[in-house]
């Protein structure tokens, strides 16, 4: 099994949690959902690659790409266990990419507006962040297990 792999994973969601739970508590700014979007997507990084890796192993997959767009993009299309988790993935990649705004800044309401286009603006708000949270915890636990 790949344990360092997990190993980070499992350590991105630590810190996600923890941007979550602690540091968003007290501090109320876009910026620490921003970067807890970053967590959330670099966790689901290192689950990607396992999953890869351990097909990789299985010889179900030639090799692994380097970069983390190949990877989801090989991993959509050869596994339809993960087909939501990799549109999951691009969504939170599209949030973390698209320009931003502020809304309710140190108060209780704290958002983040992501302007995806013109027309389409996603407000990741504290219940949406911790959704956000907990899909990343289940997709990582699903890889665990495919893994074993």
Partial sequence: MLEDVDESAAEELKRA???IYVTLKYTRTAD???NTIKRLISAMDFGI????KYLAKK???KAVPELPKLRAD???KI???FQDDIHFYYHLKAIDKAEYSK???YRKNVALLAHLSPKETVEVNMPLLNTFYQQTKDFIKRT???CE
Avoid: G, P, R, T
């Fill in 49 to 52: 690659a396992d999953v890869l």
């Fill in 17 to 19: 949690d923890h941007l």
């Fill in 144 to 146: 665990e297990e495919f």
């Fill in 79 to 81: 596994s339809a266990e």
């Fill in 59 to 61: 010889k179900k997959v």
């Fill in 74 to 76: 090989l991993l959509h």
């Fill in 32 to 34: 620490v959902i921003k």
């Fill in 103 to 105: 809304k309710e800044e």
